[in-house]
């Protein structure tokens, strides 16, 4: 080894982080939309049941599940990874 320079040395294949370039791991705008309302339904509900207010619970239980429709829209608009096949 004496003169290679490895850029990431416990990188064995030697290919870093191109072998990983197809792979977005759900790193899309329609993931992370999806995940920012299904949060904050959530917080909303949570806050909520901490207040005893049961209008704001309700409306935190609808926000979550609203997150997959979000999730479902943005796909078909084209910001996910929708065709994109599992390995």
């Not at 209008?55 to 979550?64: E, H, N």
């Not at 997150?67 to 996910?80: D, S, T």
């Amino acid at each position: 080894m004496s003169g290679q320079h490895n850029e990431n040395p416990g990188d064995k294949h030697g290919g870093g982080q191109a072998q990983y370039a197809g792979d977005s791991h759900g790193n899309t705008p329609a993931a992370w939309t999806a995940v920012v309302v299904g949060l904050a339904g959530f917080v909303v509900g949570g806050v909520g049941l901490m207040i005893g207010n049961m209008t704001v619970f309700w409306i935190g239980v609808i926000l979550a599940p609203l997150a997959l429709v979000v999730l479902g829209v943005m796909n078909k608009m084209g910001y996910g990874n929708e065709g994109e096949t599992r390995h």
